[in-house]
């Protein structure tokens, strides 16, 4: 599957960006969903996931509150809503496809290429 992440720019604190992650090759129902998140100099952080039918969704500590997954199964789509954005979070932001989902482990077996979200202060 070739996932597609979009939606990324510079905002200012406080603001509000949505990211979509759009599917080819296979159909989006197929995978449990997440997103990541890469600052410079940091290591890739989990900022959350959806299982499959979209039931069941879990988030980062850091993100918890602020952001929203969803998914649209129909549209090929999975989004991340970001609200109050804070200039820490300020990274490349990836989606990602898994075969199986649980509250304790996501484990892509596919990449998007990332969005940038830059956050002024």
């Known amino acids: 599957v070739q996932l597609q992440a979009s939606g990324g720019g510079l905002v200012q604190a406080g603001a509000s960006l949505r990211l979509s992650c759009t599917a080819s090759g296979r159909t989006l129902s197929s995978y449990a969903m997440g997103w990541f998140r890469q600052a410079p100099g940091k290591p890739r952080e989990f900022v959350g996931a959806?299982?499959?039918?979209?039931?069941?969704?879990r988030y980062a500590d850091s993100t918890k509150g602020r952001f929203t997954i969803s998914r649209d199964n129909a549209k090929n789509t999975v989004y991340l809503q970001t609200n109050s954005l804070k200039p820490e979070d300020t990274a490349v932001y990836y989606c990602?496809?898994?075969?199986?989902?649980?509250?304790?482990?996501?484990?892509?077996?596919?990449w998007g290429q990332g969005t940038q979200v830059t956050v002024s202060s």
């Open positions: 959806i299982r499959r039918d979209g039931g069941s969704i």
């Open positions: 990602a496809a898994a075969p199986s989902y649980s509250q304790v482990q996501f484990t892509p077996n596919y």
